[in-house]
């Protein structure tokens, strides 16, 4: 029987606005078992003529901030690759 070894990862997501509700901020952190963190900060912004509606601000600034986070794992995998694969 294989054993299979679980991690876990938790991120966090934090989200805020501006007095106008103009901007909506998400930082989205991730914290690896290991003690790694990770952390991303994402807008999005309402234009002047459309009428407030939190939820959708929310959702663009926290995706954003998702997508950033996943690049920014993406890249680290590919820097560790790269290490390993040069000679010391």
Do not use: C
Not at 6 to 17: A, G, P, R, T
Not at 30 to 52: I, N
Not at 76 to 83: E, L, M, S, Y
């Amino acid at each position: 029987m294989v054993i299979m070894e679980y991690k876990e990862w938790n991120i966090q997501i934090w989200i805020s606005e501006d007095d106008q509700d103009a901007v909506t901020t998400a930082t989205a952190v991730l914290f690896t078992a290991d003690g790694k963190r990770h952390e991303s900060v994402a807008h999005a912004r309402r234009k002047p003529g459309d009428r407030p509606v939190p939820g959708i601000g929310d959702e663009l600034a926290a995706g954003r901030a998702l997508a950033d986070l996943s690049a920014k794992l993406i890249e680290d995998g590919a820097d560790d690759v790269a290490r390993m694969a040069s000679p010391a």
